[in-house]
């Protein structure tokens, strides 16, 4: 009988966490891409569930499905729910600086501009199609960053994490759906048959990452938010609510009644479109279309404040 193909020819029991560093015990195994047979490890003090070194990365087929992901734009409508929400609750308005660090296409961040958040885009391997000429600067220190669907990937948390903690940021938003502490060999979001999704976190893990990088942080089952920022008792409680569920009554309210800002289309045409025309011979650029900046961008602190009382009191 053919031996099925393997990093390691004999079963390893344990192996090094690669978020903490402590010995992470073997826990179950899964068929990855349907042929490799790959161990999972859980890591008893950090709780990180993470599978063995991921040999199969480079042959997961990413491109291949993406026409079968049905679901993209819908997802990028919650993340931006979920991210103004955020942004309202810690008081950032339109000059607050915005990146999101694993983009991808750049849908969110189009998306962010058109609400008027200066949001940047950064991605080590995926194209820029949407936020082409707003790529951000992953050293400097950002207002908020958000990372959806991004945790999941790192082969190597500890590497990836140190990367994006030490900048500093204010508030970091991640999207991943979190485990409850025990393996489930028939956990969905583990997905062994695209082999992409290849280290998972519980709110213990998140806890841990909070401690070693000087964050305070809300976990909830799809979203954290990690954060240096003062947040009152209220504030983290209406936090916890929206995070859990974004369609609540309580993040509708929120969304509802907490300060609008420009969008950033026209302003952003107006920077590209000369750009563009510059690279086309006899090309005359028309007139640049003016963004009218609106008072302190409507910043209406108070009526914010209104907004998240309401919301911490509806049901």
């Known amino acids: 009988m053919a031996q099925m193909p393997r990093t390691q020819q004999s079963p390893k029991r344990t192996k090094t966490c690669s978020l903490c560093g402590d010995e992470a015990r073997k826990v ?17 003090s950090c709780d990180l569930l993470q599978t063995e070194a991921p040999h199969w990365l480079d042959e997961a087929p990413w491109s291949s499905i993406a026409h079968m992901d049905t679901g993209a734009v819908m997802r990028n409508d919650v993340c931006v729910r979920v991210a103004l929400t ?21 849908l969110f961040v189009r998306s962010m501009r058109d609400r008027g958040f200066d949001f940047r885009w950064w991605d080590l391997f995926a194209p820029n199609v949407y936020a082409k000429g707003f790529e951000a600067t992953p050293e400097r220190r950002h207002d908020i960053v958000t990372a ?20 500093g940021h204010e508030i970091i938003l991640v999207g991943t759906v979190l485990h409850d502490s025990q393996y489930r060999p028939d956990w969905n979001y583990m997905f ?17 990452i909070a401690d070693r990088w000087g964050y305070q942080d809300v976990a909830t089952t799809q979203h954290t938010v990690f954060y240096r920022r003062p947040l009152s008792t209220q504030r983290r409680r209406v936090l916890e609510r929206v995070l859990l569920a974004h369609s609540s ?26 750009e563009f025309l510059a690279t086309i011979p006899g090309a005359t650029p028309g007139p640049t279309p003016d963004r ?24």
């Open 28 to 44: 179950g195994s899964q068929r990855m891409l349907t042929k490799y047979e790959a161990d999972y490890f859980q890591c008893p």
């Open 86 to 106: 955020v942004a309202h609750l810690f008081d950032l308005d339109a000059t607050a600086s915005g990146m999101d660090y694993g983009a991808g296409s750049g």
């Open 148 to 167: 959806f669907e991004f945790f999941e990937h790192l082969p190597h948390p500890d590497v990836e994490l140190t990367q994006l903690f030490t900048a």
């Open 192 to 208: 062994p048959a695209i082999g992409g999704h290849v280290v998972f976190y519980s709110p213990k893990t998140m806890q841990h």
């Open 249 to 274: 009554r309580a993040a509708r309210l929120l969304l509802r009644l907490a300060p609008r800002y420009e969008s950033l289309v026209l302003a952003d045409l107006g920077r590209l479109l000369p």
């Open 292 to 315: 009218k900046v609106w008072p302190a961008f409507r910043r209406q602190r108070w009526w914010r404040e209104i907004a998240i009382r309401l919301a911490g009191m509806v049901p």
